[in-house]
């Protein structure tokens, strides 16, 4: 009886050792440090989020990839994009990250100071300043006003995006 009882604890021990070493792989890949502690991700390796995370003072909606609490305890946001390879964030890349860092803090109370940023190579780590957010929030009252208008003007931020665009045949606002 108590061969069985020794057993079954070893089984138990090494299932979560494996789980926890598969565990912290997966967070290797997806550029998390490996002393945060993942609350939930939306990627399957952990628990699903089952709503995307909603505010209502900011009618702003949305679900980063991971969610962690790193090593002083603060939660913050982590976005992954495994195939973009870039020296630079992205600056849409970047104010999405700040959206979900909005998000975490209605959510937990408590605003992060900065979130990551996972490219297939690089991770970035973009600070949440005064500065970020203000942008932020200014963007999302240009698309509150855009809503509003009868018509908007089409964005060419990025040409490539026009040249293989699904309605350009129909568009007077193409690129040539
Ligand atoms: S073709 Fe028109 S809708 Fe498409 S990206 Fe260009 S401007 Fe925008």
């Known amino acids: 009886m108590e061969i069985l009882l020794i057993i079954i604890i070893v089984i138990a021990l090494l299932a979560a050792f494996f789980l926890r ?68 964030p992205r600056h849409s890349d970047t104010m999405q990250l700040m959206a979900y860092g909005i998000l975490v803090e209605e959510k937990f109370g408590r605003r992060p100071a900065y979130g990551l940023l996972k490219y297939r190579d690089e991770v970035f780590r973009i600070e949440f300043t005064d500065a970020l957010r203000a942008e932020l929030f200014a963007i999302l009252e240009d698309m509150r006003r855009a809503r509003r208008a009868k018509n908007v003007a089409r964005s060419h931020a990025e040409a490539v995006k026009c040249r293989y665009c699904g309605y350009r045949e129909a568009c007077e606002e193409r690129l040539e």
């Open 21 to 88: 070493q598969t565990g912290r792989a997966e967070q290797g890949r997806a550029g998390i440090p490996l002393d945060a502690r993942v609350v939930y991700s939306d990627t399957g390796a952990w628990a699903r989020l089952e709503k995307p995370l909603f505010s209502r003072r900011y009618q702003l909606t949305g679900k980063p990839d991971y969610i962690v609490e790193d090593e002083t305890g603060a939660t913050i946001p982590v976005e992954v994009k495994p195939s973009r390879t870039a020296r630079q």
